[in-house]
């Protein structure tokens, strides 16, 4: 069984705002009580809201923070007020680090939607560390068969099936267009042909190598909008009606209004990615004229997660397509650019690449 041996550790922290401002620090190893949960990390994914927050972008973080949010590893200490996870645990943990208890979204288990919410990585420290501290209600332990690098991909993951499964539920009779062959495209694109539904998968010309493994991940058409006619493409495959449902992936604001005259009347646009500006020229008059029910997502919360490693466990996710690149915590800096650069799908960092328990 792992034990706390020393009192200090490794951390990514970002000092103050603005751009970069970023080091590897030896900070103290948080002090566990009550519910509270300390986790040795074996991956932590590197999101587009780190990317946001290293340039200074991202609003909501504050400083000095340890950045890491999409996250595996075991329980090494826990709190007196803990009764469901024991060190040695091999577990993921959700964002959620503290909320307010009490408002109506509290009471229904809709975390992500509290105002006093504390998030991981954005307000409390995160998982770019050799250790983490977070909440026994957040906690979920890992089936055997997932791998710590596979769970690493359990957050990203569940903001997908919060989007598919509670906010824009399919079936396999749907016809989908996902926009955006990123980490989260091509999450949701698994989800879609697990259940088994014809899905398009759409990008630009930057995106050829993308939409090749969405190609090997079973989408159906790709399209490279720079080179194709979407339109064209998306009325051929629909006899001319249209997808029943748009996942977008890109939160670029041209490609949404490229999309919204492809849905068929009366069907469903959900909005995944986010937009880099609040204020937006949207194609409203598609949506009335339409009746186009467009629907926001944001994050995830305690639902997701069960969904999420199910997945998982029985292999719809294929977890060496998703990951292309692995860094140890002292090149944190070279992942974050190899993640800025493009060129990457999901790049993680491990914590504690000698502990003989993360070989996987």
Known sequence: MDAVKTKTMKAVVKSEPGYDHMSLKNVPI?????????????????????????????ANAVTPLTLGHEFSGKVVAVGDQVTKVRPGDRVTSETTFSTCGHCVYCKAGEYNLCEERVGIGTKANGSMANYVLTREESVHTL????????????????????????????????????????????????IAKEIGA??????????????????????DIVVDTQKEDLAKVIMDATDGVGVTKVYDCSGAISAV?????????GGTFQQVGLFAKPLNALDERTIIQ??????????????????????????????????????????????????????????????????PDFQN
């Open 30 to 58: 948080p002090e566990v009580t009550g519910n509270h949960v300390l986790m040795k990390v074996a991956y932590t994914g590197i999101c587009g809201t780190d990317v946001h927050t290293f340039k200074g972008e991202y």
């Open 143 to 190: 089936p055997d068969n997932v791998s710590y690098k596979m769970a690493a991909l359990s957050e990203p993951l569940a903001c997908c099936v919060h989007a598919m499964y509670q906010k824009t539920p399919f079936t396999l009779h749907d016809k989908l267009l996902i926009m955006g062959p990123g980490p989260m495209g091509l999450l949701s694109l698994q």
């Open 198 to 219: 014809f899905t398009i998968v759409s990008g630009i010309t930057k995106d050829t190598e993308r939409l090749q493994i969405a190609k090997e991940l079973g989408a």
């Open 257 to 265: 209004n490229s999309a919204l005259p492809l849905i068929r009347k």
């Open 290 to 355: 339409h009746e186009i029910n467009y629907i926001g997502s944001r994050s995830q919360n305690p639902y997701d997660w069960p969904i999420a490693l199910h997945l998982e466990s029985k292999g719809a996710i294929d977890q060496d397509k998703m990951i292309t690149k692995v860094f140890d915590l002292d090149h944190w800096r070279d992942a974050l650019e190899a993640m800025m650069a493009g060129q990457e799908l999901k790049v993680m960092i491990a914590s504690n690449p000698d502990d």
